[in-house]
């Protein structure tokens, strides 16, 4: 009887994906295209895609739906929604506009980004290998590494700049490649398209976590990954206030095996999260414009200070795969990383001595933030795993928000300066 139940339950998924993918087509078809690179047909995208009037109220924005429960409409005949965990309404309007941004099959919302990192990681067993870049996130190596070490799931880290160290890693039991581009705090490119043909060639999956540059500048997808990853909490938020995650699918086999696992394991969007987050995307657009704007300035304002050794954007020119970048995204974002002279108490003095940029881990959002990745976001990982990345004790990362450009660049030369 529980089988029964289990493979009900799989189908219920496969009907829910396959109606959902159709929908996205049927979206695709009716809206404009972002192919022919004009702003506002992806900014129509964000606002409405996937996006409908609530049919009893009329209410143009999604409400926020808190039922835990919902009336079936006989014995064995569910509605489209049966319980929370399983779906939600404004839930399911967040996923349908993301899968519609990343030109996806299918969209699973989780609760948080690491949540969406754990449930792709249900789909290997023990004894698969994942090969990952060296300079992912500190969080995503931290729940790897606890992966591999209660899983059995074999993970390499390597420079991914280059697909020739890819391929001398992958072994018979290699299942996915684990992408993160532009590393986060270095921003070293990786190509995606060279890499999707690697995996292809060993029928491999290709995963891609696009937090950084969000669908509005690079969709990996298009460039032949299998998978996305969000921490929507980030820049599809962009407040610093909505907590969440997001998978997205090229195929639909992927998709309803994300969606079964994620149904499984339980650690899906709350709908209040859910309806901040879908808030956030409808000016994603213009917050990124804005936000890459002002990071160019910064860039170019801390490249010319007399105590910055190396700064790191991929907006500037003489970013060492500038040509990489104008292939395959269409901006740089928000965010850039720079070395102080010195050792760690010059970067301790500057990073503690900023006003408007706050002493935070996280980015993304419309407050300006600034970090040390060494002891912050990327303490979990060993010395040598920093070493190795390129990560140290003199290494700031700021996230540029919406402030005015003079008002920050004034900021940060007053605690250069001290």
Not at 281 to 296: C, D, F, G, N, V
Not at 390 to 412: A, C, F, K, P, Y
Request: with cysteine; aromatic share 6%; net charge negative.
């Amino acid at each position: 009887m529980t089988s029964a139940i289990h493979e009900d339950h799989k189908k219920k998924i496969r009907e829910r994906i396959s109606d959902e993918a159709s929908k996205i087509k049927s979206e695709e078809n009716s809206l404009p295209s972002r192919e022919d690179t004009d702003d506002l047909k992806f900014q129509t995208q964000a606002i409405h895609a996937g996006i409908d009037p609530d049919k009893h109220s009329g209410a143009i924005v999604t409400p926020i739906f808190q039922s835990t429960n919902y009336v079936f409409e006989a014995v064995g005949q569910p509605r489209e929604f049966e319980y929370a965990r399983c779906g939600n309404p404004t839930r399911k309007a967040l996923e349908d506009n993301l899968a519609t941004l990343e030109n996806g099959t299918y969209c699973t919302a989780l609760a948080t980004g690491q949540a969406a990192e754990l449930t792709i990681l249900n789909m290997f067993k023990s004894g698969d290998h994942i090969i990952c870049g060296n300079d992912v996130y500190g969080g995503t190596i931290r729940l790897l590494n606890h992966i591999q070490k209660t899983n059995g799931i074999r993970v390499t880290y390597i420079p991914m700049t280059d697909p020739a160290n890819i391929a001398e890693e992958i072994c018979p039991e290699t299942k996915a490649l684990w992408v993160e581009t532009p590393s986060n705090p270095l921003f070293n490119i990786v190509d995606i398209s060279a890499l999707a043909e690697i995996a292809n060639t060993n029928n491999l999956i290709t995963i891609v976590d696009n937090t950084l540059l969000t669908p509005y500048f690079q969709k990996p997808l298009d460039l032949g990954a299998d998978i996305v990853i969000h921490s929507a909490t980030k820049y599809l938020s962009g407040h610093n206030d909505g907590l969440g995650g997001a998978v997205i699918c090229k195929h639909q086999h992927h998709a309803e095996q994300i969606s079964f696992i994620a149904n499984a394991l339980g650690a899906v969007l709350g709908s209040f999260d859910a309806w901040l987050i879908a808030r956030g995307i409808k000016t994603l657009p213009l917050r990124m414009r804005e936000h890459q704007k002002s990071a160019l300035e910064i860039a170019n304002f801390l490249k010319q200070h007399p105590t910055v050794s190396n700064v790191y954007f991929p907006g500037l020119d003489d970013h060492p795969q500038s040509d990489l970048i104008k292939k395959q995204s269409s901006g740089h974002g928000g965010m850039l990383s720079f070395k102080v002279n010195g050792g760690f108490e010059e970067a301790k003095k500057v990073a503690e001595n900023t006003n408007l940029f706050f002493l935070t881990e996280s980015f993304g959002g419309v407050e300006s933030l600034i970090q040390h990745p060494q002891t912050m976001s990327h303490s979990s990982i060993s010395p040598l795993a920093q070493k190795k990345a390129g990560i140290t004790e003199n290494l700031l990362r700021i996230s540029v928000g919406l402030e005015d450009i003079s008002d920050l660049i004034n900021d940060l030369g007053k605690a250069l300066e001290l």
